[in-house]
């Protein structure tokens, strides 16, 4: 911009045609997206700072789908079950 500030546009494009179809030129549509990158931005740091949290906690964290499936096993969980991460990540928590 005139005052240095960057600016993130999402520019999308098509051509112009004339009554017989005949290209004529191109028509672009910009939409400013940089408040959007830095909410983004801030979302992953988020996510990765809890990621670190969940992983380095000093008690057993897991994740369980809705089919019983492990979706998460931390450090903690790896320790006290004997089984590893990636041991455990897909397996039945509970097997009848």
Do not use: C
Not at 15 to 39: F, P, S, Y
């Amino acid at each position: 911009t005139r005052d240095g500030r960057r600016l993130e546009i999402l520019l999308n494009a098509t051509t112009r045609r004339g009554a017989k179809g005949e290209v004529t030129g191109v028509i672009l549509v910009g939409q400013d997206i940089t408040d959007l990158r830095v909410v983004m931005k801030d979302q992953h740091r988020i996510a990765d700072d809890l990621s670190r949290l969940i992983e380095t906690a000093n008690a057993p964290i897991f994740g369980v789908s809705v089919d019983g499936d492990v979706t998460e096993w931390n450090k903690k969980a790896a320790e006290l079950s004997g089984y590893s991460k990636s041991e455990a990540l897909g397996k039945q928590l509970v097997q009848n």
